[in-house]
């Protein structure tokens, strides 16, 4: 805006008026911002942890409730094995192959003598009912109060859309979001069922794993940041549905993790391992962390939180600025991961 422009609207009457609208919008903006940008420091770093009574921790045993946790031999979900376990649930370790989930119960028996474990072993990509009626049959007559969405699939690395194999894609969409969707509407009226014998003393709890992939549309890996942004609108609006109904739904957001998926094995700043990371989730579960603008969402980690504060609050998720340097660090990866599977090629052939 010219000076001149500014000293007619200035001294107009109407133009007072009209600087004072856009100074009261600025105070609003700011004060908004000042107290958003509070409660991402306090959810992340002041407030005491969550008691897991309310989601009937604490019993073990014959009297204690259950857990069910999918993707639940390695990774994130074996750590949030462990961790509910510690908080007093019993667990229903689910995923593919039964001999590792075995071996995770064990451990958990090892660690907590009183807690009791049951393994469900299926492959999430099949999609049949018989994965399902599995699992029903494995939990009707339990007090299952808690359930973690957090079997999951990415690309092998990222690769243009167009390029993307059949099998990845249909993998991805299965195992995200139907077999997702499906164990949910198996879990959830066992959840319910224990809530109501409880008189709603105890609640219910869904925890789902979204990502930053479904946070920011990421180019190279559009198939898998489609499916986790469906998570997000899917899982805000079960928590609509199931909260009247005792049962708090949560979609968590993280950026990466040490993992098998992730392929990173040292953890940094940014970067926790497994046990970093669930703790931060299970010691905030009803914050929002750095998803302060989203219901029924959490963004735990504080190194996320901190991130997606930022970016949510300077050039927003859906940006120009964002998808382009998202597309450019994925372009690279790529290309690294190309080099490294060229190299490993040429030595297994020399070998
Ligand atoms: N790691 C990260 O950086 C990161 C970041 C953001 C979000 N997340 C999300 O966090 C969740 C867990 O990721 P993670 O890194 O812990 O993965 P992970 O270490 O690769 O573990 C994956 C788990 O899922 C199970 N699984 C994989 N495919 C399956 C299938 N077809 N059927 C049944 N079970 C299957 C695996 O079981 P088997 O061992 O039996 O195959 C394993 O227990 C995912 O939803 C992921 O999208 C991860």
Redesign the pocket.
Known sequence: MSVELFNTISNSSVGHYVLFAALLLGVFKLTTLVLNFSAVIFDSFILPPVNFKKYGGGARGNNGKWAVIT???????KEYAFQLAAKGLNIVLV???ES?LEVVANEIKAKYPTTQTKVVA????TDTPANYLTLRHAIEELAVTVLIN?????HSIPVPFLETEDKELRDIIT?NNTATLKITQTVAPIIEATVNKSNKKIKGLILT?G??GGLLPTPYLATYSGSKAFLQAWSAALAGELKPKGIDVELII????T????KIKRTSATIPN?KQFVGSVLRSVGRRGGAQERYATSTPYWSHALMHFAIESTVGVYSKVANKLNLQMHQQIRTRALKKAARLSQQKKTE
């Open positions: 993707g639940a031999s390695d990774g994130i979900g995923s593919r192959t590792k299926f492959d999430a990509s957090n079997v999951g699939q990415s195992i794993m990502s930053f993280s950026y990466l993790v993992s098998n998926m992730s497994p």
